[in-house]
């Protein structure tokens, strides 16, 4: 069962760049089978799908962030990254990394996310 | 992008009653070339993560009871809890994952009546 571990600062100033890692245990962010992804939810609020990466570094993101967003894997520490520029108070949220059910023998992509973090609260703030 | 529309934003139910939620898509997420819609559910418990419930808009993920049930197809879905238990209190989200960006429905609250 693979498991997920978010980790990076619990205070961004703001304009300042949000920076997290998801470290991957018990699979490989090398499967070709895998979208890994970042999912955020502001406080009392819905899920925000932000992005994801796949291992080759092949990336898709949310257009509504994708001019502030860099999302990465590094397959040599069996992780990935995401990288959020000019952050303001609006960009405060408990952020997820999740891997999703990847594709099927076929090659059809399977979606959902059946693997997720635990989630780490990201707080915005001078 | 595609724009999930839940419904009701929060129910109260009785232990052991039933409890539906609704989810409309504003476009199709019915793929045509594995006849399969893309969307899913999950279960979110206050300060934890979401957990997958169902996939393919009705096929349940694995260890989730059976009184968990779904169904739908295209544009129009529902979960089903069939006899409400106390840990079944939790926010229930759609998502479809047919289009980037991936979306999901804006939540139901279920509590007990």
């Known amino acids: 069962q693979v498991q997920l571990l978010e980790s990076g600062p619990g205070v961004v100033k703001p304009s300042q760049t949000l920076s997290l890692t998801c470290a991957v245990s018990?699979?490989?962010?090398?499967?070709?089978?895998?979208?890994w992804n970042w999912i955020r939810q502001h406080p009392g609020k819905g899920l925000e799908w932000i992005g994801y990466?796949?291992?080759?570094?092949?990336?898709s993101y949310n257009p509504s962030l994708k001019n502030r967003l860099t999302i990465s894997v590094d397959t040599s520490k069996n992780q990935f990254s995401l990288k959020l520029s000019s952050v303001t108070a609006a960009d405060t949220a408990v952020y997820y990394c999740?891997?999703?059910?990847?594709?099927?023998?076929?090659?059809?992509?399977?979606?959902?996310?059946?693997?997720w973090g635990q989630g780490t609260l990201v707080t915005i703030s001078s | 992008d595609i724009v999930l529309t839940q419904s009701p934003g929060s129910l109260a139910v009785s232990l052991g009653e039933r409890a539906t939620i609704k989810c409309q898509s504003s476009h199709s997420v019915f793929y045509t070339s594995n006849n399969k819609n893309y969307l899913a559910w999950y279960q979110q418990k206050a300060g934890q993560p979401p957990k997958l419930l169902i996939y393919w808009a009705s096929t349940r993920y694995s260890g989730v009871p059976d009184r968990f049930s779904a169904s739908g197809s295209g544009t129009d879905f529902t979960l089903t809890i069939s006899s409400l238990q106390a840990e079944d209190v939790a926010d229930y989200y759609c998502?479809?994952?047919?289009?980037?960006?991936?979306?999901f429905g804006q939540g139901t609250k279920v509590e007990i009546k």
């Open positions: 999740a891997r999703d059910r990847g594709f099927d023998r076929s090659g059809y992509y399977q979606g959902a996310l059946e693997s």
């Open positions: 990466v796949y291992w080759s570094g092949m990336t």
């Open positions: 998502h479809q994952y047919h289009s980037t960006p991936w979306t």
């Open positions: 018990g699979g490989s962010v090398r499967n070709g089978s895998f979208y």
